[in-house]
């Protein structure tokens, strides 16, 4: 199928299930029911998704949800931010922004704050605002080669000068089932988007259906099942280096289901919820030493930061490797005073025993976007884990 005809399966499908809840797009999934008290049944109802990324977001932040569909994991977002905090949602499909749009301002009376907006736009070009480019060919229509040549300037102009989200303005992306459904052409644009819309420091939380081996032409070709997010599935490991492909760090499976939630010609699909964030400086660490070539030395003066273990040594993206008991020197000092990876590390402060210092934490990580465990996570159940789809 061409990206056309994918774009055009995709639209169908869920324009009717923003009519009418189609239950084979639905997963199972736990939410915090406190935050869907204030979010209408329609909402709920037509919402379609394999994890919850929202439990990842914290207080204050401007938070982008790619696909954001009804607006239930925008409305649950909206609470989670508070008044301080923004939430924008990014979808293509006309029908699914009306209903978003139409509940928007009963969720807003209910929490007291109206913080959210929804946009038209494809999410693998989130430059350009299609409703401002649907407002604009209404007075400019395109005729003939110079009307075509108009319009692709001023879509330039808008890509350069007004892009719908702008580079670097976003704390945390999220996207519930959605990657999938993009074009296979444009996966990689999708994720250059993702990187860019971060501001440094910033992450994506992403639930999305993978495969545990690589999906075949055959089925990439069935229209059900590209609607139905199987042919576009990543397979599961290649959905890991799209992220490190794009330039991202600390890249974390956060939720792996353990049954599959569809088998098609022996092949295991299955929800992963992965947090991966972008680096502070595109340079690594490097650029927080000196501009002279100066030993970096950690932000806090004073605290050695001590690898934990369980292995006896692991490389991050950077390619800096810790060693087990080993104090951290140098850029690895830097590097281990992240905060996505602080909590890997034992802190000692100069005048105190291990035991005494260790009790310290590398930083605050009582809101980390994750509590690591020695064990990988897991979920059982009939898709995504819990006993209710919504």
Not at 157 to 174: A, F
Request: glycine residues 8%.
């Amino acid at each position: 199928m061409s990206a056309t005809d994918t774009q055009s399966i995709v639209r169908e499908r869920y324009s009717d299930a923003a009519q009418q809840r189609e239950p084979e797009l639905c997963c199972p999934v736990d939410y915090n029911a406190q935050f869907l008290k204030v979010i209408p049944q329609e909402v709920i109802d037509r919402d379609y998704g394999c994890g919850d990324p929202s439990k990842h977001i914290r207080e204050g932040e401007t938070v982008l949800d790619l696909g954001s569909g009804g607006g239930k994991i925008c409305f649950i977002a909206s609470q989670v931010v508070g008044r301080e905090g923004q939430v924008i949602g990014v979808d293509m499909n006309d029908e699914m922004l009306s209903l978003a749009r139409k509940h928007q301002p009963t969720v807003a009376d209910a929490i007291g704050h109206d913080n959210v907006e929804f946009r038209k736009g494809k999410i693998q070009d989130l430059a350009i605002d299609r409703e401002a480019i649907d407002a604009f060919l209404r007075e400019h229509p395109v005729t003939d080669d110079t009307s075509l040549q108009t319009l692709e300037a001023h879509l330039e102009t808008q890509r350069r000068e007004q892009p719908m989200i702008p580079d670097g303005s976003i704390d945390v992306v999220v996207s519930n089932c959605v990657l999938n459904l993009v074009d296979n052409d444009d996966k990689e644009l999708l994720f250059d988007e993702l990187f860019r819309v971060i501001r440094p420091g910033g992450r994506a939380v992403i639930s999305d259906i993978v495969a545990d081996q690589p999906v075949p032409e055959s089925m990439r070709n069935d229209p059900e099942l590209w609607s139905g997010c199987i042919s576009g599935a990543f397979e599961q490991s290649a959905f890991l280096e799209a992220f490190e492909n794009a330039g991202f760090e600390d890249i974390e499976i956060l939720d792996f289901q353990s049954s599959p939630w569809r088998m098609v010609a022996d092949i295991s699909f299955r929800s992963m919820t992965v947090i991966a964030y972008r680096p502070m400086s595109e340079a690594g660490t490097d650029e927080l030493a000196d501009e002279q070539d100066e030993q970096p030395v950690p932000p806090d003066s004073g605290v050695e930061r001590i690898y934990r273990g369980p292995f006896k040594f692991v490389s991050d993206d950077a390619g800096i490797v810790y060693s087990r008991g080993e104090v951290c020197e140098g850029e690895s000092a830097v590097a281990a005073s992240r905060s996505s990876i602080a909590d890997h590390f034992a802190v000692i402060h100069q005048g105190q025993d291990l035991d005494t210092a260790s009790k310290f934490p590398a930083c605050d990580v009582s809101n980390s976007p994750s509590s690591r465990s020695t064990s990988l996570p897991t979920h059982d159940g009939d898709c995504c884990g819990g006993s209710s789809c919504c």
